[in-house]
Nanobody
Framework: QVRLVESGGGSVQAGGSLRLSCVASEYTYSRTNRNCMAWFRQVPGKEREGVASIGKDGTTIYADSVKGRFTISQDIAKNTLDLQMNSLKPEDTAIYYC??????????????????WGQGLQVTVSS
């Protein structure tokens, strides 16, 4: 069983920053036979959407809405995944999820491509 535990959510004013962290089980990539980790987010009543992904090789993909503001990083040795969020906007308010997945060695932010999920944490950005 792969476990993903997020931390670091909270409330911040627009323009502020937050850093999300996700601790994964040891050997998550080999145990899941997947190549990617990612952050998704979901607003009540809307579909979960991809925010950013990172492959085992360090290749990153960002949603257009967060490019230039968010940075995804990982430490494979420590089994951690981080998301540095700067210049936050009210529309970034959502529940954020850490995820493991990928297909064909690619890490596109397709919801169906991600199979393992954390419990989620709330990020609230006030105007």
């Amino acid at each position: 069983q792969v476990r993903l535990v997020e931390s670091g959510g909270g409330s911040v004013q627009a323009g502020g920053s937050l850093r999300l962290s996700c601790v994964a089980s040891e050997y998550t990539y080999s145990r899941t036979n997947r190549n990617c980790m990612a952050w998704f987010r979901q607003v009540p009543g809307k579909e979960r959407e991809g925010v950013a992904s990172i492959g085992k090789d360090g290749t990153t993909i960002y949603a257009d809405s967060v490019k230039g503001r968010f940075t995804i990083s990982q430490d494979i040795a420590k089994n951690t995944l981080d998301l540095q969020m700067n210049s936050l906007k009210p529309e970034d308010t959502a529940i954020y999820y850490c995820a493991v997945g990928g297909r064909f060695g690619l890490c596109y932010l397709f919801l169906a491509w991600f199979d393992y999920w954390g419990q989620g944490l709330q990020v609230t950005v006030s105007s």
